[in-house]
């Protein structure tokens, strides 16, 4: 069972890593002929990358670079959009993951999986004390405001 | 007198503060990650941000979003740069530590 997980989660890395490659050398789009892209599949019983991309060969289609995958910590920065202003969120949080983003793109290139996950955890470590730290900067400037106006 | 009304609209910096513009002094715009790692530890992911939207309210740094042509995906990058403000406010730090401690205990 673990060796058949192992072997699959190899097999989804290698053709994510292909993908990258091609993602990233391509521009805007990729080239005609060589991949036909599948549909988005989160197995949630695998312990690899968050987002795992279909693949299948043949069938040449250009597709928008942005449906390919889904990087890691989408989903945040659509729950960061309930909490925050525009302006925090921009500055903030997304900047944190792009960060996040580009660094694991590059490892997943490098086709170096662990460091790809350590950088995703660190990722959202690094979001966590960002807004814990936002709330203590909110808390502070209020405090100031409150004790300027008396 | 002008030079107090100066002294009084100079903002005070933080260790933090200072670290991140004498990364950015001299140089024409850093991404935030950047200083993360130039700064070997000393500053962290999770809180760099935050203080950089700190620095940029008080006028010490600016930043604009990062051109990407058309169709990359991929979220909006900001490059950050030191304001006259900010350079005015490290000078205005450093002098002030180097005539508390001396000159031998800051540059040392």
Redesign the interface.
Known sequence: MRWRRRRSYEGTSVQLVKLLKMWRNSGPHLPSGSFRLGTMVRPSARFDIDIVVALRHGGARQADPAKLFTPPGWRLRGLATLAYSKRTRERVFDQILADMQEEWMEAMVADRIHLARWIKIRGYASLLLAVVAHLVALVGSKIRDIRQTI | MAEKQAKDVMPRLSGKEELILILLLGRPQK???QLVRESEGRL????V??T???M?DKGLVE?RVEQK??????????LYRITGLGERALRARQVALVEFYGADRVTG
């Open positions: 991404y935030g990650l962290r992911r999770g809180t941000y935050v950089l939207g700190r940029e930043s042509s058309e169709g990359v995906p991929g979220i909006p990058r900001r």
